[in-house]
């Protein structure tokens, strides 16, 4: 159990706040590609509770800047897209990428008023079907920090998929849900193994890592899995060992990218990275990178899938609170855990959203299964005490960050009377060596020594 303040601290993210400071000094996605893909690229963004407008000039260049007029506050999501900028229909005033107010048509010939009028920009970049911004402090002349060298965006645009959707909830308990290897066990459990109907446990359709054992059954059968957080230099690895009957380990390797990101295996061949990106405090974006390490992603194929359980423009799920997540106390007794059908990520929406919009964690009790959630936390506290003792440079995985590669995610088995240790990484470099595109070394291969809980 936290009191209120320390869970204040660690889920509020607005302007001014400590968390949010500490997610400004990383890249944010803003959008996808997708969505300013239309004949008026022009959206709003609303990120760390910041409204904005994100748009694309007539040369192709984005721009992310404040979205109310500083006029009189009309909204600039409505603004003519012109001149390298928008143009407010109100009054006409024209605000530049920079945010730069360049000209006033109303006001008197030769005003200068303009020159002193400049709204908010921050920098974008667009990576593999995503658009990021950073929103930390900048000084004239600084450059923003270098992008990670991870899988996602180092893998070719062909063998990436990029997606999102609404999650009504808090950030930080979206997030935690990632870190969280134990309930794989119960809140996805399917309770056959046989496909009674496409798409029956979709997401864990690979027989587990050359076991035999579908990994449906062996998540069921083995609910208590031994967890292993090690600190690594994108965040924390995070390993799961399942000790099978047999002598056999199942090994689980997946990652927390800091602050708000994870990245896990899918299938053999795909991992997702996934950010849990904070509209307001009360409601958050997963933004997912689908990343194959064999062939190039269908991306119409998942896209459509997706948008069937999406609806635009706000890519809020069809499934939701309104309507009980689809809750059929029929299929609960007889084909999911959950009764909330068959789409995994249903369940971790449930999971996450039915808390509130932010969990009360003075009323929570942490067990030996929320080791990574504990030391996450104790990494977010202390990158918001070193922003409060002026010392950026002790912040997590911004250090040389343009040289951190991976981070492996995988899953694998060790045969019996072999030990597990080994046996994630050479599965991690045979699939490096298999690929087609420059996949590098996956991560820091030192950081196994020590560290680990
Ligand atoms: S409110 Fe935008 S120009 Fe007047
Ligand atoms: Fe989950």
């Not at 090690?230 to 199942?250: C, N, P, Q």
């Not at 689980?252 to 997702?272: K, L």
């Amino acid at each position: 159990m936290m009191s209120r303040e320390k869970n204040d601290r660690i889920t509020r993210i607005g302007p001014g706040t400590e968390a949010g400071a500490v997610l400004r000094r990383y890249w944010q996605p803003a959008a996808l590609t997708d969505e300013l893909s239309g004949p008026r690229p022009v959206v709003p963004v609303t990120l760390l509770g910041e409204r904005l407008v994100l748009f694309r000039d007539e040369e192709g260049e984005l721009g992310l800047i404040g979205r109310h007029c500083l006029h009189r506050g009309a909204d600039l999501c409505y603004g003519r897209l012109e001149d390298n900028g928008l143009r407010c229909p109100f009054h006409g005033w024209h605000f530049a990428r920079t945010g730069q107010c360049v000209e006033q048509p109303g006001e008197p010939e030769g005003s200068r008023m303009h020159e002193n009028i400049r709204t908010v920009s921050y920098p974008v970049v667009e990576k593999n079907g995503i658009i990021f911004a950073y929103m930390g402090p900048l000084e004239e002349g600084d450059t923003p920090p270098e992008f990670p060298d991870y899988d996602c965006f180092r893998a070719p645009d062909s063998h990436v998929f990029a997606f999102k959707g609404l999650w009504e909830c808090n950030w930080l308990q979206a997030m935690e849900v990632g870190i969280d290897p134990a309930h794989a066990s119960f809140l996805h459990r399917f309770l056959q193994d046989e496909d009674p109907e496409e798409g029956y446990g979709r997401q864990f359709r690979d027989k587990a890592a050359n076991t035999n054992i579908p990994m449906t059954k062996l998540l069921r059968d083995y609910p208590r899995p031994e967890i292993r957080v090690e600190e690594a230099e994108h965040g924390m690895r995070i390993i799961s060992l399942r000790h099978l009957d047999d002598g056999r380990t199942h090994v689980r390797v997946t990652n927390q990218i800091f602050p708000e990101a994870i990245c896990i295996p899918m299938s053999r061949e795909m991992t997702i990275t996934q950010w849990h990106v904070p509209i307001h405090d009360g409601n958050c974006y997963w933004y997912s990178m689908f990343t194959s390490f064999g062939e190039p992603v269908n991306k119409e194929v998942m896209r459509e899938q997706r948008l069937r359980e999406h609806t635009l423009p706000d890519y809020a799920p069809v499934k939701n609170k309104r309507n009980n997540y689809g809750y059929n106390p029929d299929e609960q007794e007889s084909l999911t855990y959950t009764g909330m059908g068959l789409d995994i990520n249903v369940h971790d929406q449930w999971a996450v959203e039915s808390p509130g919009p932010i969990q009360d964690r003075t009323q929570e009790h942490l067990g030996k299964t929320d080791v990574a959630i504990i030391r996450y936390r104790r990494m977010l506290n202390s990158a918001m005490d070193a922003l409060a003792a002026g010392d950026d440079g002790a912040l997590p995985a911004t250090d040389n960050a343009a040289a951190i590669q991976g981070p492996v995610s995988i899953d694998a088995i060790a045969p019996a009377g072999a030990g597990w240790e080994d046996v994630w990484r050479d599965s991690d470099r045979e699939r490096r060596t298999a690929c087609s595109w420059d996949a590098g070394i996956g991560d820091d291969e030192t950081a196994m020594s020590g560290a680990a809980e």
